[in-house]
């Protein structure tokens, strides 16, 4: 008795391109933050010592590995000498240009 099997779902098209998912925004925030740090030539160990975090934590940070209080955030902020508000700008101008396709990280004016 010969019996036949019906797919569960259809196998998609492979010529269609999947599109990108929108980063998180622990993503964003830590490719800005790393970003920042390199453009000002520190070292994770500087940063993270003068934010009173360890390089771990802050290299977690910056993967996109951690979702850190606000606190950490305006800790490693006061480390790098930016404010809450250029931070902010600067992930959400990245996540403009993310969505558009351009990358890069932009500090807007205070």
Do not use: F
């Amino acid at each position: 008795m010969a019996s036949s099997v019906t797919p569960l779902r259809r196998v998609s098209d492979r010529s269609e391109p999947e599109p990108a998912r929108e980063p998180l925004w622990r993503e964003a925030l830590g490719e800005c933050l790393r970003e920042i740090r390199h453009e000002r030539g520190e070292k994770l160990a500087e940063t993270a010592q003068r934010a009173g975090v360890s390089p771990q934590y802050l290299s977690e940070m910056e993967r996109g590995l951690k979702e850190p209080s606000s606190e950490m955030i305006a800790a490693v902020a006061g480390a790098l000498e930016i404010t809450l508000i250029e931070l902010t700008s600067a992930v959400t101008e990245n996540l403009r240009a993310a969505q558009s396709g351009s990358l890069g990280v932009t500090l807007l004016a205070a």
